[in-house]
């Protein structure tokens, strides 16, 4: 992992997710096979490295930030569009919790998103805001499929767990349920979702896998290293007229309307 140390011009960006985003690092160290934003950062990022092989850390952004909150309107902020915010390094230099805790107290409300549980060590930030939310993403519970497609994130159980503490403290919550991977994701659709409304979740985002740049360069080696048989299904689904995630999404409409949990499909 190359990890290098960069100032940034700009933090407090717009965004279509909420009125801001705020990415504090570049690249992630989650290195999730199937992650959009791959193509996205490589498109400004030179460099030889894979994805999830190099980060870097903006370290002036507190500075950057502190004045950018004075001069924009207050509201709500997403973490992170294009990063996870919780990744390992967060542990060493805490430029997410530092953040949150400016963006709190100017009056930003934020959305968190991630796939670790470090998340639960600035509850105590996060909930000095009611209109704060967490939230996590979790695509499947089988560990295995886990770690082949996200090999270093926290495992489900562990970002459920988050999303007990989150709740707990009061805190509104969601599951990110995206995205959804054929013939793997789906096995147990209404296990599943119990799962995450015992775990405290107020509702739950369903999205598909779409096909943005690197995505399928880097989703099918694993499909074909560890799933060959899926392969060919897979081709077909993402690539020529399928009623799958049509079919899915039915799926989970049924076990939802049975379970009693608020969803919002993304597609
Ligand atoms: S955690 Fe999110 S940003 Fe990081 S690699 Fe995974 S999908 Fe991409």
């Not at 020529?240 to 049924?254: A, I, L």
Request: glycine share 6%; hydrophobic share 35%.
């Amino acid at each position: 992992m190359k990890i290098r140390e960069v100032k940034c011009k700009t933090l407090l960006n717009n965004s279509a997710i909420a009125d801001y985003c705020v990415n504090p690092y570049v690249g992630c160290q989650h290195g999730c096979r199937y992650c959009y934003a791959a193509g996205i950062t490589f498109r400004f990022r030179r460099g030889k490295e894979e994805w999830g092989e190099f980060l870097d850390v903006k370290t002036n952004a507190l500075e950057v930030l502190s004045r950018e909150v004075e001069k924009k309107k207050a509201g709500k902020v997403y973490l992170s569009s294009l990063t996870d915010p919780y990744q390992p390094v967060e542990k060493k230099y805490e430029l997410t919790r530092k953040i949150l805790e400016m963006l709190v107290k100017k009056g930003f409300p934020v959305i968190v998103q991630t796939k670790s549980n470090l998340v639960a060590r600035d509850l105590d930030v996060l909930k000095r805001n009611k209109l704060n939310e967490v939230g996590v993403t979790v695509v499947t519970l089988d560990e295995e499929v886990r770690r082949n497609f996200e090999p270093a994130s926290s495992n489900a159980e562990e970002r459920l767990e988050a999303i007990r503490l989150a709740k707990e403290n009061g805190l509104r919550t969601y599951v990110f349920f995206g995205p959804i991977l054929p013939f793997l994701s789906e096995t147990d659709l209404e296990g599943f979702l119990t799962r995450f409304k015992k775990a405290g979740a107020d509702y739950v985002y369903v999205d598909r896998l779409n096909l943005r740049p690197m995505v399928w360069s880097m989703v099918s080696k694993i499909v074909l290293k560890k799933y060959p048989e899926l392969y060919d299904g897979w081709r077909k689904i993402l690539f020529s007229e399928s009623s799958y995630y049509d079919e899915v999404k039915k799926k989970v409409f049924e076990a939802s309307k049975k379970i009693g949990l608020e969803l919002v499909f993304c597609y």
